[in-house]
């Protein structure tokens, strides 16, 4: 290859970095306050680029207690903590790879089902691997009637937020 | 020893020569133009060449303006942004190496498709390191940030949707490098190696669904998809059109067949070819084109074999030595066969040349292109200078007429036959090389000409090494490479 092949090209691609660098840094930042909004609104996996790819944010407690508060509102708790019955939503927990939120059903002081509101979702690949580890986790506590579940190979994070999340909608119903 | 070969009174077997007027334009204006058009080539072949650099930072940058890709810590983070990183470059490369294999016409007029394999050529190792290093650096990357083992991680890959496909992409390109790499490729026949390397498009189109599914950067919705996308449509598009339709086209258009089978020497064929308007398909002389013979033991085999005479408008003639299994059973098609063409293609052309004189070197069946170019040029009597090589007399064919076309345009023409030299490395006989004989002493413009070397690879190194040693500028060398 020629001299000036070379010389262009890495002139010209230090060029296309420096301004992808820079670009770069904007939505980053920006990411982090749409991430707020975002979760709020408790819309699950949608694999929108920018709302659920900001890192370790510090807005996740303020999103958590807004959704946790939607949902104790649905709950129509009363009577004896053996005898709760109702819908809670867990807080929202942040991981490495987005939120993670869990909503339990409880009849009778019974969890009978759990569901993922907000699952890992910062690209294809976690994407997937919640989808995977839901279920497996679901079951788990569904068997286990707590938090204490063991967490799914490969889908670290997501167990983590899961059992999270689940622990604070347990707690939310007094169980 | 170097003489003078006798001019022949024998008049050619195919048609009239064009070209004998010598042109109207001074030598010196001629060579200022072409030296101009040189420049331009060169100046579209650096541009072509920073687009490409271009596009493996356009594939970077793209990642970058990702929300969120770049933000993630700590050693599994920066893993796995090598590995993304990795596997976009090598991508972007792929996707060159498919419009460089594409025989895309502007780039074959402009730098030579044979170069532009060459370049294709080069990076085939480079991209497989990518690839493998994408693999690996994400694999380390997630098993880091997950708690897991590479192992588990890599059952865990494994299991995700689109992953498997992508395992056996990488699968499919290890085995395309791997049968490619020269040594290999001499052990395997060509045939094999051929299908081998078609594996490559089916090893490009089955990474994509992982890159759309798994890849953060191309998310739905998202204009780098679009990007991406718009690439491989690009790609694979040149591919199917230069590649696929073109030469269909061409082939029906032009439905060319085999007239004659002439052996003009031991294990040398002329093929005399007739077909409509062939004059139409602009082969300049000194292209080749890639020709098809469709009979039960031949059709499977591609040639690329040089135009040896400018094509007429009804007839054309190519000449092939039996280098291969496959040529030697070219001379034992027969009349009336169909032809399929792909081409023509090449840059062993006049409309390369940038300087003012001509000299031509042609060695055993390198005469092809070198005797249709003669034919192909407008010369003044003194511009061009000739030497045809042979290592005994067998290998004399199509002299006779190269010899007529050098008397009829007033060029000079030497022939040096013997085997050669073994007391060094050289492309001359031992006689000459004793003698003290030197390009320049053949050429004695050799500076101020556009030096065209056709012949053995090995034998034509070593005649363009001798000329760079002299100082012949690079612009000023063309060398037709014979490779299978």
Known sequence: ?175 | MIDTARPTSTPPTTGPFRGTAAPAEPLEVAAVRRRRAGRRRAATVDLLGILAWASAAMAVTLWLVTPGSHSVSGVGGWLTDAGIVAGLIGTDLVLVMLVLAARVPLIDRVFGQDNAIAVHRSLGKPVLYLLLAHGLLLTLGYSASSGSGPIAETIALFSTPDMPLAYLSLGLFVAVVVTSLVAVRRRLPYEAWHVIHLLSYAAVLVALPHMLSVGSVLAHGTWQRVYWIALYVLALGLIALYRIVLPIVVTLRHRIRVVAVEPIAPGVVSIHLAGRDLDALGARGGQYGVWRFWTAKTWWHAHPVSFSAVPGRDRARITVRDLGAGSARLGRITPGTTVSLEGPYGLFTSQARTAPFLALVASGIGITPVRALLEDTDLRPGEATVLLRGSDTSQQYLWQETAALAESTGSRLYAMVGNRARSGESWMTEDDLRRGVTLRSVFPRLLESDLYVCGPRAWSDLVVREARLAGVPEHQIHQERFES
């Open chain 1, 1 to 175: 290859m020629r001299a000036r092949v070379i010389a262009g090209g890495v002139v010209t691609s230090a060029a296309v970095l420096v301004i992808g660098w820079q670009l770069g840094g904007q939505p980053a930042v920006t990411a982090q306050s749409g991430a707020a909004t975002g979760s709020t609104s408790g819309s699950s996996s949608s694999s929108g680029t920018g709302s659920s790819s900001s890192g370790t944010g510090s807005s996740s407690s303020d999103s958590g207690s807004s959704s946790s508060d939607s949902g104790s509102s649905s709950s129509a708790g009363s009577g004896t903590s053996s005898s709760v019955s109702g819908t809670f939503a867990g807080a929202a927990t942040q991981t490495q790879f987005g939120p993670v939120q869990v909503q339990i059903v409880v009849a009778d002081g019974k969890i009978t089902d759990v569901t993922a509101l907000q699952l890992t979702d910062r690209d294809g690949r976690s994407e997937q691997i919640s989808q995977q580890a839901a279920p497996i986790l679901r079951q788990e506590a569904l068997q286990a009637q707590s938090a204490k579940i063991q967490a799914v190979s490969g889908a670290t994070y997501t167990s983590e937020g899961y059992t999270t999340s689940l622990q604070s909608a347990i707690d939310k119903a007094g169980l």
